[in-house]
């Protein structure tokens, strides 16, 4: 999906509102996590192709409504996996990073956004990738230690 992709919406507020609403969805399914994130990149100037391919994560929402997260009980250690798509944007070269951060068998937190820099290869994106998690996964840990929650081991990524 590329922003010159169709022609431009002539009242784009319908097609604010249904990525708006799709925004706060996204708390609880993170499947569409990726789709919205692409969809909201084009919010200042949405097209008739993004208004479809809004509509039809919509449709995708309403026959999947028994998806979710569910958390179950497990072994307290910390776990995390991250990964970046090097310029993936072929508008800007940007590159895009995702991480994941599980707590037992539950996955507590996660991101998936574009990186503020270009970067010049595959290993610098990555490297930029790993480093957010990190920081995120010492934050978590942090965190855990004020509610005086003790880890068996070392987080892993």
């Known amino acids: 999906m590329s922003t010159f992709d169709g022609e431009l919406l002539s009242n784009p507020t319908e097609y604010r509102h249904i990525v708006g609403a ?3 969805v996204t708390l609880t399914r993170l499947d569409i996590a990726y789709s ?16 479809i391919v ?5 449709r995708y929402l309403k026959g999947s409504v028994d998806c979710g997260l569910h958390y179950h009980k497990g072994y307290l250690t910390l776990n995390a996996f991250c ?3 090097w310029a993936s944007n ?3 070269r940007c590159s895009t990073t995702g991480f994941g951060i599980f707590f037992g068998p539950n996955l507590i937190y996660w991101s998936a956004k574009k990186q ?3 970067s010049r290869s595959s290993t610098e994106a990555e490297y ?3 480093s957010l998690t990190i920081a995120e996964l010492l934050w978590i840990r942090m965190v855990l230690r004020e509610m005086h929650i003790s880890l068996p081991s070392s987080p892993t990524l």
């Not at 809004?54 to 919509?58: D, G, I």
């Open 90 to 92: 072929p508008d800007d």
């Open 116 to 118: 503020h820099i270009v």
């Open 54 to 58: 809004a509509k039809r994560v919509l």
């Open 128 to 130: 930029r990738s790993f």
């Open 22 to 24: 799709l925004q706060y």
């Open 83 to 85: 990964d970046s798509d």
């Open 36 to 51: 919205v994130n692409q969809l909201y990149q084009h919010v200042h100037a949405p097209t008739l192709v993004h208004l």
